[in-house]
Structure formats: C-alpha cells, structure tokens
C-alpha cells in the first residue's frame, strides 16, 4: 500500500468513528476559534467585491475566465464534475442567512460573484489530515499543497461555503490552453481559490482583479491606508455567513449606495 492511500485510510477511519455528520457540523463556532490560534499581526489579504460596479454580465464573465485562464480550471460539462475557484450565486444562496422577504427584485437578480474567504478561523485547515491545507501566516491567505492532498474531501465538508472541488476527472484532459505559469493537478485532489499567490510573488494584483474594471478591489485587511480599507469605510459592506464564526477576508458591497 502507498503512503496515499495509508494516509487516506487512515483519515476515513477517523471519520467514521466520529459518525456520519458533516465535518463542518461537527465544529462550532466556539471550537473553531478554540482551537485555532488567532490571527497574527500580519499582513491579512483581503478582498472587496462592489456589486454596484459590475455594469455587464460581461464582465463577470470575464473575471471567470481570467481565473480559468490563470490556475489551468478545467471546463468540464457535468455539474457533478465541475471544478470551481469563482463563480457565481444568487443572492439566496450566496447570503442564505440575510434573506429578507422585501428583498428587492433587483438584488434577487444580481449574480454575486464568490470564492474562497481566506477566514481568519478556517475550519478546512483543522480538519486536512495531511496539512495539505495551511494558512500562511505572513499574509493568511489559506493555500494548499496539492502534493500532500489524499482527497479525503474533509475540507469539503468542513467549509461551510462550498468553496472548493474535486477532481473526479483527470482535469488535465479538459484544459484547451495550459497557462505554463500555473502547475496542472491531478484526478484525486482537491483545489480551490488561492488569491493568486503565484501573481502576488511577482507584484501583481489576481487575475480576477485586474479583469472586473475596478469591481474587485484587494489588499491589506489590517493597513487602514489600503484601498480595500477606504472602500470598506465609505460603504456598507457584508460577509457571507458572518454568524458561523469563520471571519470572511471577502467582503461585498451591496445595492445602490453613493460612492466618496
């Protein structure tokens, strides 16, 4: 038997002892903060999504595809099969906790834009056997080592906004133009939203940043010079699923307020 497979036995074993309740279930808000240290002082990225600022379904779109583009996202057909690092959700499902029944129609009809929230407390880092998922602590963004993921899919469970994907396919087979820049995964792994530290290395903003026409902004949660900080403080602006305890790093700007 390979270490893989040792290694994924072994983390099923623990998962069945524990019963057949979702990891995420598993940990309140409580616990997760427990057991997590807090967030150091560093530098916490962040992101801000003005909803206001999306004047196309165009250019939603292309922020999409600049990430497919980025980090060599297969395009599969199968829903079941799909891999997704940003994508969009109607605002029930994306905010399902902050519906109102006077929710305006034009709110209902907007396609939010999600990802991965790089929380403060991230109950996927806890529950990865293998620390194939970490939080960096220079800058918290959370990233994975897809060479020590053995797709138990624990952090599926675990993360309570179905940020991330599996690989049932060899992804491999369904990327048109491999971007050399990005590595390629492989069928058995998990992968989500990295905040593209591969660009961030080289001094420039993500890709979809750079593709939403000023829509998204990003930067430094913890510096009140930052642009994200200015945006934060000249608008009201949400978390998604804020009560679960997790501390979101992504943030929206929602519905037809004036801007500074």
């Keep these: 038997m390979d270490r893989r497979n040792f290694l994924k036995i072994t983390a099923l074993t623990a998962l069945f002892g524990l019963g057949s309740a979702s990891a995420y279930k598993l940990l309140s808000p409580d616990e997760i903060l427990a057991s997590i240290e807090g967030s150091p002082a560093c530098d916490q990225l962040g992101m801000v999504i003005d909803m206001d600022l999306f004047r196309s379904k ?16 297969p395009i599969i057909d199968n829903p079941k099969h799909e891999v997704k690092w940003i ?100 069928i058995g792994v998990v992968e989500k939203c990295n905040f593209c530290v591969e660009r961030l290395e080289r001094g420039l ?15 430094k949660m913890n510096d009140p010079e930052s642009e994200v900080r200015a945006a934060l403080s000249m608008n009201y602006a949400v978390t998604r699923k804020t009560e679960l305890g ?8 929602i519905g037809g307020q004036e801007h500074a």
């Design 87 to 186: 994508w969009t959700e109607k605002y029930e499902s994306a905010f399902p906790d902050s519906t109102s029944v006077h929710l305006s129609e034009d709110i209902k009809a907007k396609p939010f834009l999600v990802l991965c929230n790089h929380c403060d407390h991230p109950a996927c880092v806890r529950v990865c056997p293998t620390q194939a998922t970490f939080k960096r602590k220079s800058d918290g963004i959370v990233q994975m080592d897809y060479h020590r993921c053995i797709g138990c899919r624990f952090c599926m469970a675990a993360c309570p906004y179905g940020s991330r994907s599996f690989n049932w396919e060899n992804p491999r087979n369904y990327i048109k133009d491999v971007n050399p820049e990005y590595p390629t995964r492989t």
């Design 58 to 73: 165009e250019t939603i779109e292309n922020v999409i595809e600049a990430c497919n583009k980025a980090h060599n996202i």
């Design 205 to 219: 903003k993500p890709a979809c940043v750079d593709a939403s026409e000023g829509a998204v902004l990003f930067g």
């Design 246 to 253: 997790t501390g979101p790093n992504v943030y929206y700007i």
